[in-house]
């Protein structure tokens, strides 16, 4: 690791540098806020990362539980079932219902040097299970810690001290540990908003050599390389979140000159894994990172691929969501999903919990939810509705009842997740047998209802 | 003016793929994203991509311009008619 108070800033907005003195202010007054606040569980709720960043270290500082809700919405801190007895947040209107710390409130004040937090403080994140809830997973700063330290040994040298930049954001566990901790442990600066459009790389790297904090969501949508940066600009591209399509890494690696470094991981894992696609057109096989170790255990789907690390949030072997091909060295293919959750957009959604939220709402007497193939993939919602709802469909059509029910969803999941297909049946399609069939539902969306 | 926002109706609809909407479903003052018609950012990543193969225009600015530019119908149909300088 590099020595942590370098003269770089901490992070860069389009306005305004932050250095090392004024991010460790911010961490202080936040300590000092937080002190005299009675909240023991804190949903940590920011769009700037460098508050989320000073916001988690000063949580665990104070000894407090630090909550990053599945979404950004208030609808999500309620729906993940986690007791919360304030937000911490940096738009203090949306969190109303909540008691809020509003960190425009709180003045800069104290001062010192500060070390990091102890191995035994957390932060508590939400992830899609396959049981039809949210899972909490708890990280404590060791394990975020070394995972860092991992990421550092395998790929510091090559980043150097070019700028770091995501076009994910940072409450998901994948954008906290590699756009914000790395970073930040290793004495590279970062931006602190997400950059959400090919431009807005472009205009950093104008002014610095950069690191592109991806995933295929964004990179696939690419369509000529000149929306990135120049190659020469670039340290690294990391993609994570779903594989990357081997159209899309061998293309920016032949006509842009750098293939992504794809990390294969999951919140509750840490990272296990990478591969880049070299000059050759075979598919590179995932390459373990330091110090992670991995085995398959047999079960009737296939083999599942387990994994034992230092910065898995369970100590000893912990399996992942994926069936695995394991190779003579070590290295290995993945082979799908062992459990019914969906990665939309590179993000894991059970359809089994939207279902539940979906059948809470006063309209819906039924849903049944699948994946929808096509140009984007996406989810389609069959939906049968009760009395009230009908007289709805009948009074203000459909397109009415379905930004109802997407509204409803809104509160919980992020809008990319949404279903975009509505469908509302008298009754759902079902076989002689009376069994709903996926083949049936699918059909409901051959055609433009 | 008034052609390009209804032409951008139209592009927003097949390029997103928008079931069970017409073009005069989307208002050109109300927002794009978030309450208004409930965009989210790969729409807004798409719909930056179709805009700039349909009408050859850059996207070059700060993030809040690009923002501002994308808020509704109306600023983008006024951004793509300032750029092509009619």
């Keep these: 690791m590099r020595n942590v108070t370098s003269a770089r800033p901490v992070a860069v907005s389009e306005h305004a540098a932050l250095d090392h003195s004024a991010f460790w202010q911010r961490v202080h007054a936040l300590r000092a806020a937080l002190a005299s606040h009675p909240a023991r569980r804190v949903a940590l709720v920011c769009d700037d990362s460098s508050w989320f960043a000073a916001g988690m270290l000063a949580l665990a500082h104070t000894g407090r539980i630090c909550v990053v809700p599945q979404a950004p919405q208030a609808g999500s801190i309620t729906a993940s079932g986690a007791h919360v007895d304030a937000v911490l947040t940096d738009r203090p209107a949306e969190f109303s219902e909540f008691a809020t710390l509003a960190i425009g409130d709180i003045l800069p004040a104290g001062d010192g040097a500060a070390s990091l937090p102890d191995d035994d403080i957390c932060i508590e994140c939400y992830t899609s299970g396959s049981a039809g809830m949210p899972k909490c997973v708890r990280k404590t700063f060791g394990q975020l810690r070394r995972e860092v330290a991992t990421l550092e040994q395998q790929w510091g040298q090559q980043l150097g001290d070019a700028l770091v930049l995501g076009t994910i954001p940072h409450y998901h566990l994948y954008g906290t540990l590699v756009r914000v901790l790395w970073p930040l442990l290793a004495g590279r600066t970062f931006v602190t908003h997400t950059c959400a459009q090919p431009a807005e790389l472009r205009r950093w790297a104008a002014q610095y050599r950069c690191v592109i904090v991806s995933s295929p969501a964004f990179l696939q949508r690419i369509a000529a390389p000149a929306e990135l ?221 | 003016m008034n052609n390009l926002i209804e032409e951008l109706q139209q592009l927003i609809i097949t390029s997103l793929d928008l079931e069970d909407m017409s073009p005069t479903d989307i208002d050109p003052h109300a927002p794009l994203f978030g309450d208004g018609l409930g965009l989210d950012s790969i729409d807004a990543l798409e719909l930056g991509v179709a805009v700039q193969k349909k009408y050859h225009v850059k996207l070059d600015a700060s993030s809040a311009d690009t923002r501002q530019h994308f808020h509704s119908v109306e600023n983008l149909a006024k951004f793509i008619a300032a750029q092509r300088g009619t």
């Design chain 1, 229 to 449: 940066p120049p190659a020469a600009q670039v340290a690294a591209v990391f993609s994570s979140g779903a594989p990357l399509a081997d159209s899309c890494a061998e293309r920016l690696q032949r006509d842009w000159g750098h293939a992504p470094i794809e990390i294969y991981g999951s919140t509750e894992t840490g990272g296990v894994a990478w591969r880049a696609w070299s000059g050759s057109a075979e598919r590179p096989y995932w390459r373990l990172l330091p110090s992670v170790q991995t085995e398959l255990r047999a079960e009737p789907a296939g083999l599942r691929l387990w994994v034992k690390s230092g910065f898995t949030w369970q100590s000893g072997w912990m399996a992942t969501g994926d069936l695995a091909h394991l190779h003579a060295d070590g290295r290995f293919t993945l082979l799908g999903r062992a459990d019914d959750v969906v990665k939309l957009e590179d993000k894991r959604v059970s359809l089994s919990e939207m279902r539940t939220r979906l059948l809470a709402h006063a309209w819906v007497a039924n849903v049944r939810l699948l994946l929808l193939a096509g140009p984007r993939r996406s989810i389609g919602a069959v939906v049968i509705l009760n009395a009230a709802g009908r007289t709805q469909l009948a009074a203000d059509g459909k397109l009415a009842i379905s930004r109802e029910l997407r509204n409803w969803l809104r509160r919980s999941y992020e809008p990319v997740l949404l279903p975009r297909k509505w469908r509302f049946p008298d009754t759902l399609p079902d076989n002689d047998m009376g069994k709903v069939e996926h083949a049936s539902l699918q059909q409901l969306f051959a055609r433009r209802a």
